[in-house]
């Protein structure tokens, strides 16, 4: 049976800091109870990963970046919503940002902004003046798999925790 840990094997995060992105390795702090696990990076992707590693999808959360413009003023956010369910972008989070018009932001701007790794894209260790915006799904799931900046690791953490990010807005956002 699948699980938020599934088959990987799960360190402290603050000890294994070569595993984060800088970002992440710089506000690891912020998400104490964080651990990480090496995984081959060519099995990132979510489908790939949780069925490779034995993790749930109902445990496995995708962390994505929008851009949103008013006025000709751009917006960014983080949205984290579980594998197994599709964010709201166009309307929840759309009318949470009170922006005109909203996409996901293109991946060289999400990496440039962000210092992640596309497919990697991970809450902690975000800009400070981006919403984080999590859905309530996510933090119903208890522990969750998150990325970890980089592709070739992923987080393992509390979703509490990731609610509770100087950023975080829970919301109900999927679909």
């Given at each position: ?86 964010a709201d972008?166009?309307g ?31 809450p ?50 999927s679909?």
């Amino acid at each position: 049976m699948s699980s938020a840990e599934g088959v990987l094997t799960w360190e402290p995060a603050t000890r294994h800091t070569e595993l984060l992105a800088a970002p992440v390795a710089e506000a690891i702090a912020s998400t104490p109870s964080a651990r990480v696990a090496a995984i081959d990076a060519g099995l990132a992707d979510t489908a790939a990963f949780c069925e490779a590693y034995d993790v749930a999808m109902e445990h496995s959360a995708n962390c994505v970046v929008v851009a949103g413009k008013r006025a000709g003023e751009v917006r960014y956010a983080a949205v984290l919503v579980l594998a197994s369910m599709r964010a709201d972008i166009n309307g929840a989070v759309r009318r949470h940002l009170d922006v005109r018009k909203i996409s996901f932001a293109p991946m060289d701007q999400a990496v440039s902004l962000t210092g992640m790794e596309f497919g990697g894209i991970t809450p902690v260790g975000l800009p400070a003046d981006w919403p984080v915006l999590v859905d309530e799904a996510v933090v119903a799931a208890g522990d969750v798999v998150v990325g970890s900046g980089i592709r070739g690791s992923k987080l393992l953490l509390p979703a509490a925790e990731l609610a509770a990010l100087p950023s975080a807005v829970v919301l109900s956002l999927s679909l």
